[in-house]
T-cell receptor, first 113, second 110 residues
Framework: NAGVMQNPRHLVRRRGQEARLRCSPMKGHSHVYWYRQLPEEGLKFMVY????????ESGMPKERFSAEFPKEGPSILRIQQVVRGDSAAYFC???????????FGSGTRLTVV | QKEVEQNSGPLSVPEGAIASLNCTYSDRGSQSFFWYRQYSGKSPELIMFIYSNGDKEDGRFTAQLNKASQYVSLLIRDSQPSDSATYLCAVNRNNNDMRFGAGTRLTVKP
C-alpha cells in the first residue's frame, strides 16, 4: 500500500500563475481532506471531499481556490492567480472513515515568487 | 474562540521526564480525538486516538479525555530526545472532518 501520494513535492509559481496540487488517497479510502500549513503554524482545514462530492469547503477561500475529487484519478487542489500569501505547505489526508484518524501525504510545498 | 486550542510552547523537559501536553476544544458534539506528531519539515503522523472519557495507554504515551471539561491531554513518559517535535491535537466533529490545534512544540533535552 503506497500510502497517500501527493505531487509535486515542491512547486514554484510566479505571481498570477496557476498551481495544481494532486493527491491520490490510500487504496480503499474514499474521504479526502486538504489542509494548509504556514511555517510554525498548525494545520488549517480547507476542504473535505468524497468521490465526486464536496462535503465541506468552509475552510477554502471563496476566490481563486477550488478542489475536486473525480470518480477516476486523484483529488486536485487548484489555486488560480497565485499570490505570495499562498506560499505554504499543502497537506492532503485520506481516511476510510473519518472516525479512525487520517493518513497524511508528505505535502506539497508551494512557493510563489 | 478557536475550535481547538493548545499552548504553542515551546515546552522543554529533560530526558526521562514526563511531558504533559494539553488541548481544549469548543464543539461539545465532538466524538473522537487524536494526537499527531509532526517533525520539522515532515507530515503529521498519528500517534494516539481516544473516544471515551478516561485514559488510554499505548507504550510511553497516555491520552486522557474529559468530555465534560472539553479537555484532552497527552502524557509522554520517559521522554526521549527523539520525542522532540510539534504535537498536534485534532478533534473530529460529527460531520467527519477534523480540526487541528496550532500544535505544541516539545523539546526534550539530553
Amino acid at each position: 500500500n503506497a500510502g497517500v501520494m501527493q505531487n509535486p513535492r515542491h512547486l514554484v509559481r510566479r505571481r498570477g500563475q496557476e498551481a495544481r496540487l494532486r493527491c491520490s488517497p490510500m487504496k480503499g479510502h474514499s474521504h479526502v481532506y486538504w489542509y494548509r500549513q504556514l511555517p510554525e503554524e498548525g494545520l488549517k482545514f480547507m476542504v473535505y471531499l468524497q468521490k465526486e462530492n464536496i462535503i465541506d469547503e468552509s475552510g477554502m477561500p471563496k476566490e481563486r481556490f477550488s478542489a475536486e475529487f473525480p470518480k477516476e484519478g486523484p483529488s486536485i487542489l487548484r489555486i488560480q492567480q497565485v499570490v505570495r500569501g499562498d506560499s505554504a505547505a499543502y497537506f492532503c489526508a485520506s481516511s476510510p472513515d473519518g472516525d479512525y484518524g487520517y493518513t497524511f501525504g508528505s505535502g506539497t510545498r508551494l512557493t510563489v515568487v | 474562540q478557536k475550535e481547538v486550542e493548545q499552548n504553542s510552547g515551546p515546552l522543554s523537559v529533560p530526558e526521562g521526564a514526563i511531558a504533559s501536553l494539553n488541548c481544549t476544544y469548543s464543539d461539545r458534539g465532538s466524538q473522537s480525538f487524536f494526537w499527531y506528531r509532526q517533525y520539522s519539515g515532515k507530515s503529521p503522523e498519528l500517534i494516539m486516538f481516544i473516544y471515551s472519557n478516561g485514559d488510554k495507554e499505548d507504550g510511553r504515551f497516555t491520552a486522557q479525555l474529559n468530555k465534560a471539561s472539553q479537555y484532552v491531554s497527552l502524557l509522554i513518559r520517559d521522554s526521549q530526545p527523539s520525542d522532540s517535535a510539534t504535537y498536534l491535537c485534532a478533534v473530529n466533529r460529527n460531520n467527519n472532518d477534523m480540526r487541528f490545534g496550532a500544535g505544541t512544540r516539545l523539546t526534550v533535552k539530553p
